[in-house]
């Protein structure tokens, strides 16, 4: 008998949105039934209650340990950068300490040349169309990414996850999957004689196909994933390296890495500049691939239309609403295996935040068609998919930006577990976005059903809603009567209220509590958005209770949709004590080039701000950060340091 356990740690879901790679028909998984898919996912939760699950028909050898979806232990992510696992040795660079490679040292590099002269032309481009952004605090309403750190010799790239992308299956032909690992970058410099030290918004993956050698399959690949059933650092690390572990050396060969992908946040516009939102913010998604003789190259974004091209071409555009509605792609969209032709791509995406999915720059789909456009579909039989409306808005979850936009924090997936010098007050609680902590789950269950031998079910929910439970916290869920969305409920206790999407039938709320508590949004109106993300605003804003005793804090300063806050004397069952920044004289501090570890010292308020965990996350666009006592507190992404582009030395 063949005994499994799910371990259920935190996973980092990085890119939703992958490099396009054609995958033969008869690689896309058959049509799963919901209510099969449901059971796999019940069981891997019944093995977290119980520690481990069985399965009589498995066959008669044991497998050792448990599927092990993700490691992000901050002393495993180091001594695999001393044991070659560096960023710099992964992407073929020849240095005597590649372990510490700073991005000076590697400019030089193919994979680092493209990325670096890529993101350049990006940032050049964004600052020539806006006299007012500009590297900085002082002088610059809007803030821009410092192409300096591209080739400075005070930045790098930590290592932060290794994982199985296990349901990368159906979209690489032929392979098991692939492996993963991310690299965020992080600075040590010195302000005033000082050590100042954090990370950066920008993640890179570096992304290895998962073949089965010779008299394998698929499922001695996922076994290959069963790490030791206790997760202390020596103990991974042994089993990582091990000749039977996932970065044996046969897997993490240079032919095998076939994709380097970036997410950064390329601008930032703090909410005293943009008010309506609590501010606006930008990030870049772009996608490289080795071009198989020595260099590396852009490649197109799966699933992510070129909204400019299509809007130029009503003969691509329609060719493009001809191959979605073909029943066929009907079925993969809605299963969520779909991969759109290239000649439709783009190679670039912008997401925005805050407000996710309300806002249109995160909805390349929905510019390009309107519900109308599918009116004729034919949804019997889809099971995620049961109207215009829903296939759109399905559409835009495939997307890079309508992805990384859905129940994200900002707009990233993973961030990583800070390492033991990190700074208090510039340290996460929570290193991954709720949409990652569920997508664990769903890759426990493909592990432990490949392992077992059985055909995993591939369906992917809508990153906006759990697969496993009803609506938790803050999570989307279904006002009108639009019947994709009207299934969209919430867990006890909860009720969906409105937020900033109001257009009936196809109206999204949140789930909130049915008596406002700590962390509640008290600023509710209705989006406008438009073609151009920086004119988005909220509009018909009215105040929505706070608790007794509770203040809210607005969008203005910096909380979208508005925060409910108490003090830390009386914070509530569902609160902690935390701080929150004062943003003009903390500002003000970075300018005078003030390390920010002081300068968060001296210019914060405590307040009882909304305790977070990873059963408990915060509402969309909140990120669980740490409090002096090391718990989680929901605040704004970019109240935290490590967050934002600007005020950095």
């Keep these: 008998m063949r005994k499994m356990a799910v371990l259920m740690a935190v996973l980092g879901f990085v890119a939703g949105c992958e490099l396009l790679r054609p995958s033969s028909g008869d690689e896309q998984p058959g049509k799963s039934d919901q209510a099969a898919v ?3 996912f019940d069981e891997a939760k019944e093995a977290l209650d119980r520690g481990g699950i069985s399965d009589d028909d498995a066959g008669e ?5 448990v599927p092990t979806a993700v490691i992000t232990d901050p002393q495993v992510m180091i001594s695999l950068e001393g044991q070659g696992y560096s960023f710099a040795e992964r992407i073929g660079a020849d240095l005597s300490d590649d372990s510490s490679a700073s991005l000076a040292e590697l400019v030089d590099v193919p994979a680092v040349a493209v990325v670096v002269e890529t993101v350049e032309e990006d940032l050049a481009g964004f600052q020539a169309a806006d006299p007012q952004l500009g590297v900085g605090v002082a002088g610059h309403p809007h803030r821009l990414f410092d192409p300096g750190w ?3 010799e005070s930045t790098h790239f930590e290592l932060v996850a290794v994982m199985s992308r296990v349901d990368r299956r159906p979209f690489v032909e032929g392979a098991c999957g692939e ?4 690299y965020r970058m992080a600075y040590v410099t010195e302000v005033g004689g000082e050590s100042v030290a954090s990370r950066l918004p920008l993640t890179v993956t570096l992304d290895w196909l998962e073949w089965a050698e010779e008299d394998e399959d698929c499922g001695d690949v996922a076994r290959r994933w069963f790490g030791p059933q206790e997760a202390r650092a020596e103990l991974l690390l042994e089993w990582l390296n091990s000749v039977d572990g996932p970065l044996r050396a046969e897997q993490m060969t240079p032919e095998r890495l076939h994709r380097l992908q970036i997410n950064l946040q390329s601008q930032r516009w703090p909410s005293t500049v943009h008010p309506s939102l609590g501010g606006h913010v930008e990030y870049v ?8 003789e020595g260099r590396w190259e852009v490649e197109p974004l799966e699933n992510t239309p070129d909204v400019e091209a299509l809007s130029a071409d009503d003969e691509l555009r329609r060719e493009l609403l001809e191959w979605l509605t073909e029943r066929d792609h009907l079925e993969l969209i809605d299963r969520g295996t779909v991969m759109i032709p290239e000649r439709f791509l783009a190679q670039r995406a912008i997401s925005v935040a805050p407000r996710g999915l309300a806002r249109r720059g995160n909805r390349p789909f929905d510019q390009l068609f309107s519900p109308q456009d599918f009116g004729d579909v034919d949804f019997e039989g889809l099971q995620r998919v049961q109207s215009p409306a829903g296939l759109v808005r399905r559409l835009d979850d495939h997307s890079c930006a309508g992805c990384h936009q859905g129940r994200a924090v900002a707009g990233f997936h993973l961030l990583g577990e800070d390492r033991a010098d990190t700074s208090p007050v510039n340290s996460v609680a929570l290193q ?3 949409h990652a902590l569920d997508e664990h789950r769903r890759r426990a269950a493909i592990l432990a059903a490949q392992a077992a031998g059985d055909e995993p079910h591939f369906l992917r929910p809508f990153s906006e809603r759990d697969q496993h439970r009803s609506g938790v916290y803050g999570t989307p869920c279904g006002l009108g009567s639009d019947p994709t969305f009207s299934t969209w409920d919430c867990a006890e206790g909860l009720e969906c209220r409105p937020y900033d999407e109001a257009v009936a039938p196809a109206a999204i709320g949140i789930c909130l509590p049915k008596r406002p508590s700590v962390g509640d949004p008290c600023q509710v109106g209705t989006m406008r958005t438009r073609s151009t993300p920086v004119d988005d605003r909220i509009v018909g804003v009215e105040q929505a209770p706070c608790p007794s005793g509770a203040v809210c804090n607005t969008n203005a300063v910096g909380f979208p949709g508005g925060m409910c806050t108490t003090s830390c004397a009386s914070p ?15 500002n003000q501090c970075l300018a005078e080039e003030i390390p920010f570890e002081r300068c968060l010292k001296r210019f914060v308020n405590p307040a009882g701000l909304r305790a977070c965990d990873e059963d408990n996350p915060c509402r969309h666009d909140y990120l669980c950060a740490q409090n002096a006592d090391r718990d989680g507190v929901c605040i704004p992404p970019y109240f935290l340091f490590q967050m934002r582009v600007d005020g950095h030395p």
């Design 61 to 65: 050898d044991e497998i050792e340990g």
């Design 38 to 40: 449901d059971d796999s």
């Design 285 to 292: 998604l772009r996608s490289f691939v080795p071009d198989g």
């Design 572 to 586: 509530g069952d569902d609160g902690r004590c935390g701080a929150i920044a004062v943003l003009d004289t903390f």
């Design 432 to 434: 991954a976005s709720p």
């Design 179 to 182: 492996v993963r690992l991310v």
């Design 150 to 152: 591209l080739r400075s």
